[in-house]
């Protein structure tokens, strides 16, 4: 059967391997993994690398320990596969609360609790011409220099000074 499944890619031999072995082998790794979907996984990639001939069997080895060390391997590559994703996901996590909120956020959570409107008139026209650039119309510090005239510096500098007073207005 293994013989005709690995060289002849015979359809019928594969469903009687995969049938017979399939429920042994689902119960083996399962018992070695408490997570199904994994295992399902596994049994899958097990299969698939027999279908497909890239897992050689030796004629000489018995079928049930030859799918065993295909898929205890497949086992292992995939759990520590998911354990590096956790854990990335975990510092990722902590990375974002330990952020602070940008002061785009500030002003925005003040709006709630404001007149962002009142506060934007109070602030003179050369700070709100800096918040309309680089805010509203999302241009970079260098573009807005260019788009109002001014040094990349002294953008950056009534930017910082018009999101201070805007916060100070709406807290």
Do not use: N
């Not at 260098?142 to 805007?166: S, Y």
């Amino acid at each position: 059967m293994l013989r005709s499944v690995a060289s002849d890619g015979d359809r019928r031999a594969f469903e009687e391997l995969y049938r017979r072995y399939a429920p042994w082998l689902t119960a083996r790794m399962r018992g070695r993994c408490a997570d199904a979907g994994i295992v399902d996984d596994v049994v899958q990639e097990t299969f698939l690398a027999v279908w497909r001939g890239s897992a050689r069997y030796r004629e000489d080895g018995d079928a049930a320990g030859w799918l065993w060390r295909i898929a205890s391997r497949r086992l292992v590559d995939a759990l520590r596969g998911a354990g590096a994703r956790g854990r990335l996901r975990q510092t990722l996590a902590r990375l974002r609360h330990r952020d602070e909120a940008s002061a785009e956020d500030h002003v925005l959570a003040g709006v709630e609790h404001g007149d962002l409107a009142g506060a934007l008139v109070r602030l003179s026209p050369e700070l709100r011409a800096v918040l309309q650039a680089t805010v509203v119309d999302g241009l970079t510090t260098r573009e807005a220099a260019v788009l109002l005239g001014i040094p990349p510096g002294t953008v950056k500098t009534r930017a910082m000074r018009a999101r201070r007073q805007l916060r100070e207005a709406l807290a």
